[in-house]
């Protein structure tokens, strides 16, 4: 058992690192390569490298689904969250992107209410407002120098990803397969993608290619990493880890993109984070007491 989390451990701090790199790669095309054609490269690498996993797993019947509403609600959403990411990448610093990013867990919360019939009690309900002043000293309105119009576009995209996380929560409490729901996730970000990036085509130098090409195969590497991480670990022990992205992306923003990040934004993050692993901590008692504290 020891052995298992601590490989989940290096899987998932190794996942939050390849995502760091699609993030390094995405800023630096993005002056010269539209948001919609980059999320396009990255839906068709990651078909073709689910192309092997979908034939393993039983060839095209795998793709069978009785849920297509919640596919296409999963579809929509997580493409929205990822083209605001993009958007994100290519406009703010780095690590300020990836912080925002874990607003997402507030905003499921607040949508598990209407959307699963969750109850939220007073314990969780207090994280999640601590979780906002957080995000408040990341952005501090009319004082901070990073635009705050980008910023809100990042945080719109936590909300289609918590969108997201709760269509994909639903299927598997009604038992559709991973493959399926990623592989459908990947069809439908390609044709959107698509339908967004032949009016703004640009055709990418070769040294551009490549680095379309290396969002896609590390994003999906990231995806593969991080999904054998909360196979072989508890929730309670991963989790954490995924915060390690915040590191990654400041490191590299610091080294490539001379991004510093303010003691007002690091305070921030602190209490974003803090609130995020309380909600998490709550969530498991809740689900082991079957109560909504």
Same mark, same amino acid.
């Given at each position: 058992?020891?052995?298992r989390?601590?490989?989940?451990?290096?899987?998932?701090?190794?996942?939050?690192?390849?995502?760091?790199?699609?993030?390094t790669l995405v @800023?630096l095309?993005?002056?010269?390569?539209?948001t919609a054609?980059i999320?396009?490269f990255?839906s068709?690498?990651?078909?073709f490298?689910?192309?092997?996993?979908i034939q393993?797993?039983?060839?095209?019947?795998?793709?069978?689904?009785?849920?297509?509403?919640l596919?296409a609600?999963r579809?929509?959403?997580?493409?929205?969250?990822?083209m605001?990411?993009?958007y994100g990448?290519?406009?703010?610093?780095?690590?300020?992107?990836?912080?925002?990013?874990?607003?997402?867990p507030?905003?499921?919360?607040?949508l598990?209410?209407?959307?699963?019939?969750? @109850?939220v009690?007073?314990?969780?309900?207090s994280?999640?407002?601590?979780?906002f002043?957080?995000?408040l000293?990341?952005?501090r309105p009319?004082?901070?120098d990073v635009p705050?119009?980008?910023?809100?576009?990042v945080?719109?995209?936590?909300?289609?990803?918590?969108?997201?996380?709760i269509?994909?929560?639903?299927?598997?409490?009604?038992?559709?397969?991973n493959?399926a729901?990623?592989?459908?996730?990947s069809?439908g970000?390609?044709?959107?993608?698509?339908?967004?990036?032949?009016?703004?085509?640009v055709?990418?130098?070769?040294?551009?290619?490549?680095?379309?090409?290396?969002?896609?195969?590390?994003?999906?590497?990231?995806?593969?990493l991080?999904?054998?991480a909360?196979?072989?670990?508890?929730?309670?022990?991963?989790?954490?880890?995924?915060?390690?992205?915040?590191?990654?992306?400041?490191?590299?923003?610091?080294?490539?993109?001379?991004?510093?990040p303010?003691?007002?934004m690091?305070?921030g993050?602190?209490?974003?984070?803090?609130?995020?692993?309380?909600?998490?901590?709550?969530?498991v008692?809740?689900?082991r007491?079957?109560?909504?504290?």
């Amino acid at each position: 058992m020891a052995r298992r989390r601590a490989r989940a451990i290096v899987a998932i701090i190794a996942a939050a690192a390849a995502f760091a790199v699609a993030a390094t790669l995405v @800023k630096l095309i993005a002056p010269a390569i539209p948001t919609a054609q980059i999320v396009l490269f990255r839906s068709v690498v990651a078909l073709f490298a689910l192309a092997p996993i979908i034939q393993r797993e039983g060839g095209i019947r795998v793709l069978r689904t009785r849920q297509p509403l919640l596919h296409a609600m999963r579809t929509f959403a997580g493409f929205g969250g990822m083209m605001t990411a993009f958007y994100g990448y290519a406009t703010l610093p780095l690590a300020e992107v990836t912080a925002l990013g874990f607003t997402m867990p507030l905003f499921l919360t607040i949508l598990s209410i209407p959307l699963l019939g969750e @109850k939220v009690g007073i314990r969780r309900a207090s994280a999640v407002v601590v979780g906002f002043l957080g995000v408040l000293l990341i952005l501090r309105p009319g004082a901070s120098d990073v635009p705050l119009g980008p910023a809100l576009v990042v945080v719109f995209g936590a909300v289609c990803w918590a969108l997201a996380m709760i269509a994909i929560r639903r299927m598997g409490e009604q038992g559709e397969s991973n493959v399926a729901i990623v592989a459908w996730f990947s069809i439908g970000g390609t044709v959107l993608a698509g339908a967004l990036a032949i009016p703004v085509w640009v055709t990418p130098s070769w040294t551009e290619f490549a680095a379309l090409v290396g969002v896609g195969l590390s994003s999906t590497v990231a995806q593969l990493l991080m999904t054998d991480a909360y196979r072989r670990g508890e929730p309670t022990i991963v989790a954490p880890f995924e915060y390690s992205g915040i590191l990654w992306t400041a490191l590299i923003g610091i080294m490539l993109f001379d991004e510093t990040p303010s003691p007002t934004m690091a305070a921030g993050v602190a209490v974003l984070v803090a609130s995020g692993l309380y909600i998490l901590h709550r969530e498991v008692i809740r689900r082991r007491q079957g109560g909504g504290r």
